[in-house]
């Protein structure tokens, strides 16, 4: 499984991905995708689904955990669609600026994505709005995940 977590990221391309996408990354998935970045040296397996990498069986929610070209994919896409398909009420959009996607189904439509601004954990599906604070941070959702599979 360490294996599936791809080998280090690059500060430019991490730079580079911020630079398209218009926003910094948290500190702790910069830090995650320097030391482990899941698309680092690959090359998608399914080029037309919107997750073309991801990394199966790391969180509780059966999501795949997301590298950076990934991130960057669902990210665009989801403020796109927001963008060309604004939500009807604009304080409960499907999707912010300030949300980046961590784990995702290959379609996209669903997952988790951590808020830039407080650090919380958030969820969104197709068939309901999101939730922006299903966990206070990355670090719970991480522990939760190991200690649902150790118990």
Partial sequence: ??????????PAGIGE?????GL???????????????DSGRQPDMPSC???????GVL??????LGLRDIERVYLHKINTE????????EYPSWRREWVPISAERDGFS???????????????????PEDDGYPSLFCVIRLSGSARAG
């Fill in 17 to 21: 991905t911020e630079l398209r996408m």
């Fill in 111 to 129: 997952g988790r994505f951590v808020n830039t601004r407080t650090g919380t954990v958030g969820s969104w599906t197709e068939s309901s709005s």
């Fill in 60 to 65: 509780p929610d059966g999501g795949l955990l």
């Fill in 24 to 38: 910094k990354l948290p500190g702790e998935i910069r830090q995650w995708l320097l030391a482990n970045d899941i």
């Fill in 83 to 90: 963008g060309m398909q604004p939500s009807e009420h604009p």
């Fill in 50 to 56: 919107l997750v073309t990498l991801g990394c199966p």
């Fill in 1 to 10: 499984m360490f294996a599936a977590l791809g080998g280090p990221g690059s």
